[in-house]
C-alpha cells in the first residue's frame, strides 16, 4: 500500500448520524418506517413485484420470466418501479411488504389471503416451491443449491456495498478500503471460476434458482457492467465465469428480466404488465 494520509478519528462513546456524503446520503438513514403514506399499486395478476432493474430486482424477474418462457402461465406478473433515489421504499404500502425498505418486494395473491415475501432470495424460494422448478425436492442436490443460493445472501454486500460502495459511490477513494473489498471480491470470484469449472451451472448440471440469485451480481461483474471495475478486477481472466456468464446471458429470459424496472435508459421497462410490453426492445 502507498503512502496515503490518513486522519484518524476516535468514535464517540454513543454514535450521532451526520452528514457523510456518497450518492446514496439523502437516502441513508438510521431509522425504520414509512417516511410518507402512499399505498402500492396492484395490477391484473396474481404476482405483484414491487423493484428496481439493479441485481438484487434482476434475480426475481429473471425467474418471473424463466418460468413463463417454460409455459409456466400462473406466473404473469406485474411489475411496478420502486425509485430508491425518489425514496419510495419508505412510503407506507411498501413497508406494509418490506419493513426492511429493500426492493424487491413481492405480494402473492393467488389464495384467499395474499402472502408477502421479501428479500431477494425468499422470493426465489417461494416461487420455486410454489411451481416446483427450478429447486430440487430434497436430498444432495437442494442443499447444493441451496448453499449457493445463502452463499450469494452472504457474499454480495462484499461485492455491493463494500467494493462498489467505495470504489463508485464514497464521496473520495480511499485505498486501504477499496484494496480490502477488491481482494475479497477477487476471492469471491475465484471460488465461482473453480466451481464453473467442475458444472455447467452453479449447483449442478441444472439451472437453479442459485443461477438466478448470483448471475445479476457476478455474471454483471463478468461483463464489466458494475461500478465500471471490470478491468481493474481483471474479470477475463475468470474463463469458467465468463463462460457461464455468456451462456446465460443469451437465454431470453434473461435478456428480458434484465431490462424490467430500469427507467434510466431507453433499452428498458419502467413498468412490466405483460409480455407484449418486451416488444420492440428485443
Not at 34 to 61: E, F, M
Not at 78 to 94: C, H, K, P, V, Y
Not at 155 to 169: D, I, K, M
Request: hydrophobic share 40%.
Amino acid at each position: 500500500m502507498s503512502e496515503q494520509t490518513l486522519s484518524e478519528w476516535t468514535p464517540p462513546k454513543v454514535w450521532r448520524n451526520k452528514a457523510s456524503g456518497g450518492k446514496f446520503a439523502n437516502i441513508n438513514r438510521p431509522k425504520s418506517g414509512p417516511t410518507h403514506d402512499k399505498a402500492l399499486p396492484i395490477g391484473k395478476h396474481d404476482l405483484q413485484l414491487y423493484s428496481l432493474g439493479t441485481p438484487n430486482g434482476v434475480k426475481v424477474t429473471i425467474m418471473l420470466e424463466e418460468l413463463l418462457e417454460a409455459g409456466v402461465s400462473a406466473a404473469e406478473y406485474d411489475a411496478w418501479l420502486i425509485n430508491i433515489m425518489e425514496g419510495n421504499q419508505f412510503g407506507s404500502g411498501f413497508v406494509d411488504v418490506n419493513p426492511n425498505s429493500k426492493i424487491p418486494a413481492f405480494m402473492d395473491r393467488s389464495g384467499d389471503t395474499p402472502v408477502r415475501v421479501f428479500e431477494s432470495g425468499a422470493i426465489l424460494m417461494h416461487l420455486a416451491e410454489k411451481f416446483d422448478m427450478f429447486l430440487p425436492k430434497s436430498g444432495t442436490a437442494r442443499a447444493e443449491c441451496l448453499s449457493w443460493l445463502f452463499w450469494q445472501m452472504g457474499s454480495a454486500p462484499y461485492l455491493g456495498g463494500g467494493f462498489g460502495h467505495f470504489y463508485a459511490y464514497a464521496p473520495m477513494k480511499i485505498e486501504y478500503c477499496i484494496d480490502r473489498f477488491a481482494m475479497e471480491v477477487k476471492r469471491q470470484l475465484d471460488v465461482l471460476d473453480k466451481q464453473l469449472a467442475q458444472n455447467e451451472y452453479i449447483a449442478g448440471n441444472d439451472m437453479t434458482i442459485a443461477d438466478f440469485a448470483i448471475y445479476p451480481w457476478y455474471g454483471g461483474m463478468a461483463r464489466g457492467l458494475l461500478y465500471e471495475a471490470g478491468e481493474f478486477l481483471d474479470v477475463k481472466s475468470y474463463k469458467h465465469l465468463q463462460r457461464w456468464t455468456q451462456q446465460l446471458a443469451a437465454r431470453p429470459a434473461f435478456r428480458r428480466g434484465q431490462l424490467v424496472n430500469r427507467y434510466w435508459d431507453e433499452k428498458g421497462l419502467k413498468e412490466r404488465h405483460a409480455a407484449s410490453d418486451f416488444d420492440g426492445l428485443l
